[in-house]
Protein backbone atom coordinates (compact mmCIF):
# COMPACT_ATOMS: atom_id res chain seq x y z
CA UNK A 1 0.00 0.00 0.00
CA UNK A 2 1.47 3.20 -0.99
CA UNK A 3 1.83 6.49 0.81
CA UNK A 4 -0.72 8.40 -0.79
CA UNK A 5 -3.73 5.17 -0.30
CA UNK A 6 -2.52 5.18 2.84
CA UNK A 7 -3.37 8.83 3.76
CA UNK A 8 -6.53 9.06 1.64
CA UNK A 9 -8.08 6.16 3.21
CA UNK A 10 -7.53 7.82 6.39
CA UNK A 11 -8.71 11.01 5.64
CA UNK A 12 -12.00 9.34 4.29
CA UNK A 13 -12.45 7.14 6.81
CA UNK A 14 -11.94 9.74 9.58
CA UNK A 15 -13.67 12.81 8.58
CA UNK A 16 -16.79 11.75 7.15
CA UNK A 17 -17.43 7.79 7.04
CA UNK A 18 -20.29 8.07 9.77
CA UNK A 19 -21.93 10.83 8.54
CA UNK A 20 -22.13 8.90 5.01
CA UNK A 21 -23.56 5.35 6.02
CA UNK A 22 -26.42 8.02 8.03
CA UNK A 23 -27.16 9.70 4.26
CA UNK A 24 -30.28 8.37 3.61
CA UNK A 25 -29.75 7.78 0.30
CA UNK A 26 -27.19 5.50 1.50
CA UNK A 27 -29.72 3.63 3.98
CA UNK A 28 -31.76 3.49 0.67
CA UNK A 29 -29.03 1.54 -1.18
CA UNK A 30 -27.79 -1.02 2.11
CA UNK A 31 -31.80 -1.89 1.92
CA UNK A 32 -31.90 -2.54 -1.83
CA UNK A 33 -29.19 -4.95 -1.40
CA UNK A 34 -31.19 -6.09 1.92
CA UNK A 35 -34.20 -7.04 -0.24
CA UNK A 36 -32.24 -7.77 -3.08
CA UNK A 37 -30.67 -10.63 -1.66
CA UNK A 38 -33.66 -11.67 0.63
CA UNK A 39 -35.66 -12.36 -2.74
CA UNK A 40 -32.86 -13.94 -4.64
CA UNK A 41 -32.11 -16.21 -1.95
CA UNK A 42 -36.33 -17.15 -1.38
CA UNK A 43 -37.26 -17.43 -5.25
CA UNK A 44 -34.05 -19.59 -5.42
CA UNK A 45 -35.12 -22.02 -2.58
CA UNK A 46 -38.49 -21.95 -3.26
CA UNK A 47 -38.34 -22.52 -6.96
CA UNK A 48 -35.58 -25.29 -6.33
CA UNK A 49 -37.95 -26.93 -3.01
CA UNK A 50 -41.09 -27.07 -5.03
CA UNK A 51 -39.67 -28.69 -8.04
CA UNK A 52 -37.77 -31.24 -6.11
CA UNK A 53 -40.92 -31.94 -4.20
CA UNK A 54 -43.21 -32.67 -7.14
CA UNK A 55 -40.17 -34.81 -8.41
CA UNK A 56 -39.71 -37.17 -5.21
CA UNK A 57 -43.69 -37.67 -5.55
CA UNK A 58 -44.26 -38.79 -8.90
CA UNK A 59 -40.41 -41.02 -8.12
CA UNK A 60 -42.45 -42.49 -4.73
CA UNK A 61 -45.67 -43.60 -6.69
CA UNK A 62 -43.55 -44.61 -10.21
CA UNK A 63 -40.11 -45.31 -9.25
CA UNK A 64 -38.11 -42.88 -12.03
CA UNK A 65 -37.74 -44.71 -15.15
CA UNK A 66 -40.92 -47.36 -15.63
CA UNK A 67 -40.13 -50.83 -17.75
CA UNK A 68 -43.07 -52.73 -19.11
CA UNK A 69 -44.25 -54.66 -22.22
CA UNK A 70 -45.13 -52.75 -25.47
CA UNK A 71 -48.53 -54.59 -25.26
CA UNK A 72 -49.30 -52.09 -22.42
CA UNK A 73 -49.19 -49.34 -24.43
CA UNK A 74 -48.62 -46.86 -21.92
CA UNK A 75 -51.88 -47.86 -19.83
CA UNK A 76 -52.57 -46.83 -16.02
CA UNK A 77 -53.24 -50.79 -15.70
CA UNK A 78 -50.95 -53.60 -16.35
CA UNK A 79 -52.56 -55.73 -19.86
CA UNK A 80 -49.30 -57.89 -20.39
CA UNK A 81 -46.92 -59.70 -17.92
CA UNK A 82 -43.11 -59.27 -17.93
CA UNK A 83 -41.09 -62.78 -16.86
CA UNK A 84 -38.73 -62.09 -13.75
CA UNK A 85 -36.79 -64.78 -15.35
CA UNK A 86 -36.21 -63.20 -18.54
CA UNK A 87 -36.15 -59.66 -17.15
CA UNK A 88 -32.12 -58.39 -16.78
CA UNK A 89 -32.37 -57.40 -13.11
CA UNK A 90 -28.65 -58.29 -13.17
CA UNK A 91 -27.45 -56.26 -16.12
CA UNK A 92 -29.35 -53.07 -14.76
CA UNK A 93 -27.79 -53.23 -11.74
CA UNK A 94 -24.80 -52.98 -13.46
CA UNK A 95 -25.37 -49.37 -14.45
CA UNK A 96 -23.65 -47.11 -11.95
CA UNK A 97 -26.65 -44.51 -11.39
CA UNK A 98 -29.45 -47.61 -10.77
CA UNK A 99 -30.03 -47.86 -6.65
CA UNK A 100 -33.42 -50.35 -6.84
CA UNK A 101 -35.38 -51.88 -8.89
CA UNK A 102 -38.85 -53.51 -7.78
CA UNK A 103 -41.44 -55.48 -9.45
CA UNK A 104 -44.77 -53.84 -9.56
CA UNK A 105 -48.61 -54.47 -11.18
CA UNK A 106 -51.30 -52.46 -11.38
CA UNK A 107 -55.25 -53.46 -12.10
CA UNK A 108 -58.32 -50.90 -12.43
CA UNK A 109 -61.14 -52.53 -9.09
CA UNK A 110 -63.95 -50.48 -7.46
CA UNK A 111 -64.48 -50.35 -4.08
CA UNK A 112 -68.06 -50.99 -2.43
CA UNK A 113 -69.11 -49.90 0.89
CA UNK A 114 -72.58 -50.19 2.58
CA UNK A 115 -73.25 -46.22 1.31
CA UNK A 116 -70.63 -45.55 -1.24
CA UNK A 117 -68.62 -46.55 -4.21
CA UNK A 118 -65.41 -45.67 -5.75
CA UNK A 119 -63.08 -46.54 -8.29
CA UNK A 120 -59.44 -46.96 -7.71
CA UNK A 121 -56.40 -48.51 -9.28
CA UNK A 122 -54.44 -51.23 -7.64
CA UNK A 123 -50.92 -51.03 -7.25
CA UNK A 124 -49.61 -54.65 -6.38
CA UNK A 125 -46.23 -54.79 -4.71
CA UNK A 126 -43.77 -57.39 -3.14
CA UNK A 127 -41.55 -57.50 -0.30
CA UNK A 128 -38.75 -56.01 -2.44
CA UNK A 129 -41.22 -52.49 -2.56
CA UNK A 130 -39.06 -49.93 -1.62
CA UNK A 131 -41.38 -48.36 1.06
CA UNK A 132 -39.09 -45.44 2.25
CA UNK A 133 -40.07 -43.49 -0.65
CA UNK A 134 -43.52 -43.54 0.77
CA UNK A 135 -43.22 -43.26 4.20
CA UNK A 136 -43.28 -39.39 4.84
CA UNK A 137 -46.62 -39.69 3.38
CA UNK A 138 -47.96 -42.10 5.71
CA UNK A 139 -50.30 -39.63 7.94
CA UNK A 140 -52.18 -42.47 9.77
CA UNK A 141 -51.10 -46.22 10.63
CA UNK A 142 -48.22 -48.26 9.14
CA UNK A 143 -47.01 -49.84 5.57
CA UNK A 144 -48.16 -53.30 5.18
CA UNK A 145 -46.45 -56.10 5.74
CA UNK A 146 -47.15 -58.86 3.63
CA UNK A 147 -47.06 -62.78 4.73
CA UNK A 148 -47.69 -65.92 3.10
CA UNK A 149 -50.85 -66.41 6.07
CA UNK A 150 -51.49 -62.31 5.51
CA UNK A 151 -51.70 -60.63 2.47
CA UNK A 152 -54.60 -58.26 2.54
CA UNK A 153 -53.09 -55.45 4.42
CA UNK A 154 -53.33 -51.88 1.89
CA UNK A 155 -52.31 -48.11 2.22
CA UNK A 156 -55.17 -46.33 1.26
CA UNK A 157 -54.80 -42.44 0.41
CA UNK A 158 -56.87 -39.88 3.23
CA UNK A 159 -58.91 -38.49 -0.52
CA UNK A 160 -60.27 -42.21 -0.65
CA UNK A 161 -60.70 -43.12 3.13
CA UNK A 162 -62.91 -39.93 3.76
CA UNK A 163 -64.53 -40.00 0.32
CA UNK A 164 -65.43 -43.64 1.51
CA UNK A 165 -65.99 -43.28 4.94
CA UNK A 166 -63.36 -45.43 5.99
CA UNK A 167 -60.54 -45.33 8.64
CA UNK A 168 -57.60 -47.34 9.82
CA UNK A 169 -58.09 -50.92 10.90
CA UNK A 170 -61.22 -50.80 8.60
CA UNK A 171 -62.23 -53.94 6.20
CA UNK A 172 -63.79 -53.06 2.46
CA UNK A 173 -64.45 -54.99 -0.41
CA UNK A 174 -63.13 -54.67 -3.82
CA UNK A 175 -64.18 -55.88 -7.05
CA UNK A 176 -62.26 -56.31 -10.08
CA UNK A 177 -62.68 -57.06 -13.29
CA UNK A 178 -62.11 -60.14 -15.23
CA UNK A 179 -62.34 -61.43 -18.89
CA UNK A 180 -65.42 -60.52 -20.89
CA UNK A 181 -68.50 -62.44 -19.84
CA UNK A 182 -67.57 -63.56 -16.60
CA UNK A 183 -68.05 -62.03 -12.66
CA UNK A 184 -65.82 -59.58 -11.29
CA UNK A 185 -63.26 -61.25 -8.78
CA UNK A 186 -64.16 -59.78 -5.03
CA UNK A 187 -61.31 -59.18 -2.75
CA UNK A 188 -61.73 -58.16 0.89
CA UNK A 189 -58.68 -55.70 2.22
CA UNK A 190 -57.93 -54.28 5.95
CA UNK A 191 -56.68 -50.85 6.08
CA UNK A 192 -53.63 -50.69 8.25
CA UNK A 193 -51.91 -46.93 6.92
CA UNK A 194 -53.69 -43.86 5.54
CA UNK A 195 -51.19 -41.60 2.93
CA UNK A 196 -51.70 -38.05 1.73
CA UNK A 197 -49.29 -37.38 -1.07
CA UNK A 198 -51.10 -33.76 -1.75
CA UNK A 199 -50.80 -35.12 -5.65
CA UNK A 200 -54.33 -35.32 -6.50
CA UNK A 201 -53.23 -37.73 -9.24
CA UNK A 202 -52.23 -40.31 -7.05
CA UNK A 203 -54.73 -39.46 -4.11
CA UNK A 204 -57.70 -39.65 -5.81
CA UNK A 205 -57.29 -43.24 -7.21
CA UNK A 206 -54.26 -45.50 -5.88
CA UNK A 207 -54.27 -48.05 -3.10
CA UNK A 208 -51.07 -50.26 -2.41
CA UNK A 209 -51.35 -54.11 -1.65
CA UNK A 210 -50.22 -57.53 -2.52
CA UNK A 211 -49.11 -58.36 -6.12
CA UNK A 212 -50.26 -61.81 -5.35
CA UNK A 213 -53.76 -60.77 -6.06
CA UNK A 214 -52.99 -59.30 -9.09
CA UNK A 215 -51.43 -62.32 -10.05
CA UNK A 216 -54.27 -64.64 -8.95
CA UNK A 217 -56.72 -62.73 -10.51
CA UNK A 218 -55.12 -62.35 -14.40
CA UNK A 219 -53.64 -65.91 -13.66
CA UNK A 220 -50.36 -64.87 -13.67
CA UNK A 221 -47.23 -67.30 -12.46
CA UNK A 222 -45.27 -66.42 -9.34
CA UNK A 223 -42.42 -64.80 -11.51
CA UNK A 224 -44.87 -62.70 -13.58
CA UNK A 225 -45.14 -59.19 -13.01
CA UNK A 226 -46.45 -56.29 -14.12
CA UNK A 227 -43.73 -53.43 -14.33
CA UNK A 228 -40.79 -52.65 -12.88
CA UNK A 229 -39.72 -49.09 -11.28
CA UNK A 230 -35.99 -48.28 -11.75
CA UNK A 231 -34.72 -45.40 -9.04
CA UNK A 232 -31.34 -43.77 -9.56
CA UNK A 233 -29.01 -41.50 -7.46
CA UNK A 234 -28.97 -38.46 -9.29
CA UNK A 235 -32.47 -36.75 -10.95
CA UNK A 236 -30.44 -34.72 -13.51
CA UNK A 237 -28.83 -37.95 -15.20
CA UNK A 238 -32.65 -39.11 -15.71
CA UNK A 239 -32.30 -39.18 -19.31
CA UNK A 240 -28.89 -40.72 -20.04
CA UNK A 241 -29.70 -43.54 -17.60
CA UNK A 242 -32.75 -44.24 -19.25
CA UNK A 243 -31.57 -44.23 -22.76
CA UNK A 244 -29.20 -46.59 -20.70
CA UNK A 245 -32.11 -48.95 -19.55
CA UNK A 246 -33.63 -49.03 -23.21
CA UNK A 247 -30.49 -50.35 -24.55
CA UNK A 248 -30.10 -53.19 -21.61
CA UNK A 249 -33.55 -54.51 -21.79
CA UNK A 250 -35.24 -56.83 -24.55
CA UNK A 251 -36.81 -55.39 -27.61
CA UNK A 252 -39.94 -56.87 -26.74
CA UNK A 253 -39.66 -54.48 -23.67
CA UNK A 254 -40.33 -50.44 -23.26
CA UNK A 255 -38.96 -48.15 -21.03
CA UNK A 256 -40.29 -44.87 -20.23
CA UNK A 257 -38.85 -42.08 -18.26
CA UNK A 258 -41.37 -40.34 -15.50
CA UNK A 259 -40.16 -36.97 -17.34
CA UNK A 260 -42.19 -38.25 -20.56
CA UNK A 261 -44.79 -40.25 -18.69
CA UNK A 262 -45.51 -37.16 -17.02
CA UNK A 263 -44.68 -34.77 -19.82
CA UNK A 264 -46.67 -32.00 -19.34
CA UNK A 265 -46.02 -31.72 -15.42
CA UNK A 266 -42.20 -31.72 -15.85
CA UNK A 267 -42.14 -29.29 -18.81
CA UNK A 268 -44.23 -26.87 -16.09
CA UNK A 269 -41.33 -27.07 -13.78
CA UNK A 270 -39.15 -25.94 -16.06
CA UNK A 271 -40.57 -22.88 -16.29
CA UNK A 272 -39.76 -22.36 -12.43
CA UNK A 273 -36.15 -22.13 -13.70
CA UNK A 274 -37.01 -19.50 -16.33
CA UNK A 275 -38.54 -17.32 -13.44
CA UNK A 276 -35.86 -18.28 -11.29
CA UNK A 277 -33.27 -16.56 -13.36
CA UNK A 278 -35.93 -13.31 -14.37
CA UNK A 279 -36.23 -12.54 -10.31
CA UNK A 280 -32.58 -12.80 -10.24
CA UNK A 281 -31.75 -10.61 -13.13
CA UNK A 282 -34.38 -8.00 -11.90
CA UNK A 283 -33.04 -8.12 -8.28
CA UNK A 284 -28.93 -7.51 -9.28
CA UNK A 285 -30.41 -4.85 -11.50
CA UNK A 286 -31.66 -3.04 -8.49
CA UNK A 287 -29.09 -4.03 -6.45
CA UNK A 288 -26.36 -2.34 -9.03
CA UNK A 289 -28.42 0.70 -9.63
CA UNK A 290 -28.97 1.94 -5.74
CA UNK A 291 -24.80 0.90 -5.32
CA UNK A 292 -24.59 3.63 -7.95
CA UNK A 293 -26.58 5.93 -6.94
CA UNK A 294 -24.85 5.66 -3.52
CA UNK A 295 -21.24 5.35 -4.98
CA UNK A 296 -22.24 9.07 -6.87
CA UNK A 297 -23.23 10.85 -3.75
CA UNK A 298 -20.36 9.17 -1.61
CA UNK A 299 -18.39 10.88 -4.69
CA UNK A 300 -20.08 14.14 -4.65
CA UNK A 301 -20.11 14.15 -0.94
CA UNK A 302 -16.29 14.38 -1.04
CA UNK A 303 -15.45 16.30 -4.48
CA UNK A 304 -13.49 18.89 -2.44
CA UNK A 305 -11.55 16.29 -0.08
CA UNK A 306 -10.56 14.03 -3.51
CA UNK A 307 -9.22 17.66 -4.91
CA UNK A 308 -7.36 17.62 -1.65
CA UNK A 309 -6.17 14.15 -1.80
CA UNK A 310 -5.42 15.19 -5.89
CA UNK A 311 -3.02 18.01 -4.54
CA UNK A 312 -1.53 16.00 -2.06
CA UNK A 313 -0.35 13.37 -4.46
CA UNK A 314 -2.93 10.40 -4.44
CA UNK A 315 -3.57 9.56 -8.06
CA UNK A 316 -6.36 8.58 -9.61
CA UNK A 317 -6.71 5.03 -9.51
CA UNK A 318 -5.98 5.20 -5.26
CA UNK A 319 -9.06 7.52 -4.62
CA UNK A 320 -11.45 5.10 -7.17
CA UNK A 321 -10.49 2.14 -5.17
CA UNK A 322 -11.04 3.58 -1.42
CA UNK A 323 -15.16 4.26 -2.59
CA UNK A 324 -15.40 1.24 -4.59
CA UNK A 325 -14.05 -0.79 -1.11
CA UNK A 326 -16.47 1.59 1.10
CA UNK A 327 -19.22 0.95 -1.61
CA UNK A 328 -18.39 -2.83 -1.42
CA UNK A 329 -18.49 -2.76 2.38
CA UNK A 330 -22.10 -1.43 2.18
CA UNK A 331 -22.83 -4.00 0.10
CA UNK A 332 -21.21 -6.27 2.40
CA UNK A 333 -23.81 -4.77 5.68
CA UNK A 334 -26.84 -5.36 3.04
CA UNK A 335 -26.10 -9.17 2.35
CA UNK A 336 -24.92 -9.57 5.80
CA UNK A 337 -29.01 -8.52 6.69
CA UNK A 338 -30.63 -9.99 3.77
CA UNK A 339 -29.31 -13.82 4.65
CA UNK A 340 -30.08 -13.31 8.14
CA UNK A 341 -33.90 -12.44 6.97
CA UNK A 342 -33.73 -14.68 4.45
CA UNK A 343 -32.43 -17.73 6.45
CA UNK A 344 -35.16 -17.07 8.78
CA UNK A 345 -37.61 -16.73 7.05
CA UNK A 346 -36.49 -20.05 5.06
CA UNK A 347 -36.38 -22.17 8.26
CA UNK A 348 -39.20 -21.04 9.76
CA UNK A 349 -41.26 -22.13 6.75
CA UNK A 350 -39.56 -25.58 6.84
CA UNK A 351 -39.91 -26.63 10.12
CA UNK A 352 -43.43 -24.41 10.84
CA UNK A 353 -45.19 -24.63 7.04
CA UNK A 354 -46.74 -21.25 7.62
CA UNK A 355 -46.97 -20.76 3.51
CA UNK A 356 -49.75 -22.84 2.23
CA UNK A 357 -50.52 -24.16 -1.23
CA UNK A 358 -53.44 -25.53 -3.32
CA UNK A 359 -52.35 -29.09 -3.66
CA UNK A 360 -54.91 -28.62 -7.12
CA UNK A 361 -52.48 -26.20 -8.61
CA UNK A 362 -49.17 -26.67 -7.04
CA UNK A 363 -49.19 -30.77 -6.26
CA UNK A 364 -48.70 -29.94 -2.73
CA UNK A 365 -50.42 -28.52 0.39
CA UNK A 366 -47.00 -26.88 1.97
CA UNK A 367 -44.51 -24.00 0.26
CA UNK A 368 -41.40 -26.64 0.36
CA UNK A 369 -37.99 -24.67 0.26
CA UNK A 370 -34.53 -25.95 0.08
CA UNK A 371 -31.92 -24.45 1.93
CA UNK A 372 -28.91 -25.36 -0.26
CA UNK A 373 -25.89 -23.32 1.26
CA UNK A 374 -23.63 -23.13 -2.00
CA UNK A 375 -26.46 -21.71 -3.46
CA UNK A 376 -26.45 -19.01 -1.66
CA UNK A 377 -22.84 -18.54 -1.39
CA UNK A 378 -22.74 -18.24 -4.98
CA UNK A 379 -25.66 -15.70 -4.90
CA UNK A 380 -23.69 -13.44 -2.75
CA UNK A 381 -20.44 -13.61 -4.26
CA UNK A 382 -22.50 -12.95 -7.79
CA UNK A 383 -24.22 -9.74 -6.31
CA UNK A 384 -20.71 -8.62 -5.03
CA UNK A 385 -18.49 -8.74 -8.23
CA UNK A 386 -21.48 -8.11 -10.39
CA UNK A 387 -21.79 -4.54 -8.26
CA UNK A 388 -18.37 -4.01 -7.87
CA UNK A 389 -17.19 -4.24 -11.69
CA UNK A 390 -20.16 -1.84 -12.18
CA UNK A 391 -19.35 0.28 -9.90
CA UNK A 392 -15.69 0.69 -11.16
CA UNK A 393 -17.47 2.50 -14.24
CA UNK A 394 -19.28 5.48 -12.07
CA UNK A 395 -16.21 5.50 -9.88
CA UNK A 396 -14.40 7.37 -13.43
CA UNK A 397 -16.21 10.57 -12.08
CA UNK A 398 -13.38 11.15 -9.61
CA UNK A 399 -10.61 11.41 -12.66
CA UNK A 400 -13.04 14.85 -14.20
CA UNK A 401 -12.89 16.58 -10.18
CA UNK A 402 -10.34 18.95 -10.72
CA UNK A 403 -8.39 20.07 -7.39
CA UNK A 404 -8.01 23.85 -7.82
CA UNK A 405 -11.80 24.41 -8.45
CA UNK A 406 -13.19 21.72 -5.75
CA UNK A 407 -10.49 23.27 -3.56
CA UNK A 408 -11.56 27.20 -4.19
CA UNK A 409 -14.02 27.16 -1.09
CA UNK A 410 -12.90 24.32 0.96
Known amino acids: MNLEYFIAKRLINAKSYKS ?4 PIIKIAVLAITISIVMMIMSVATG ?4 QKIREKISAFNGQIIVTSFDDNQSQVTVAP ?3 KAFPIDKLKQIPQVTHIQPVATK ?3 IRTEKEFEGIVFKGVNNKYNWSSLKEFIVEGRVPRFSADNNNEVLISQF ?6 LKLSDRFNTFFMKEQGKLPSLRKFKIVGIFNSGFQEFDASYVIGSIEHIQRINKWSKDQVGAYEIYIDNFDQLDQVADKVYHSIPPTYNSIAISEKYFSIFEWLKLFDFNIVVVLIIMIIVATINMVVALLVLILERTQLIGL ?5 ANNWSIRKIFIYNAIYLIGRGLFWGN ?5 LLYIQKYFGIVKLNPESYYVSVAPVD ?3 LHILFLNLGTVLVCSLVLVVPSYIITKISPVKSLRFY
Open 20 to 23: SVSS
Open 108 to 110: AGL
Open 160 to 165: LAKRLN
Open 371 to 373: VNY
Open 82 to 84: LSE
Open 309 to 313: LKSLG
Open 340 to 344: LIALS
Open 48 to 51: IGLQ
